[in-house]
């Protein structure tokens, strides 16, 4: 992948083939397995977190806005989706399909008619 793709013109699978080729020229595939890599993705999405760990919603905008924590923010998003991206090389799952899957069976549990507007859970609609 050259230098530089923003999400315009990068693919899921020019991602996946960034992450697979640094995993492998460092002989990490060993150490990678789903195990491993669900709980290496929850420890950096707790990360990401602890940015905004007692921030109002509008000091989290505010936060996510500053040019100083913006570079740490962003960090720590490309290392959840790095582990993200490493869990679906390693289980073979295709994350194109397996977003459509999941939006397609929100799309049912969350009608526009009935969510529009609101924070609950399907269940409570």
Sequence with gaps: MSAAPADSTATVA???ACVLAFVRERDWEQFHNPKNLSMALAAETGELMEHFLWATPEESRALAADPAKRAKI???LADVVIYALGFANVTGLDVTAAIADKMAANA????????????EKYTEL
Excluded: I
């Excluded at 969350?110 to 924070?119: F, Q």
């Design 14 to 16: 020019d991602l996946k």
């Design 74 to 76: 962003a960090d720590e």
């Design 108 to 119: 049912k549990k969350y009608p526009v008619e009935k969510a529009k507007g609101r924070s």
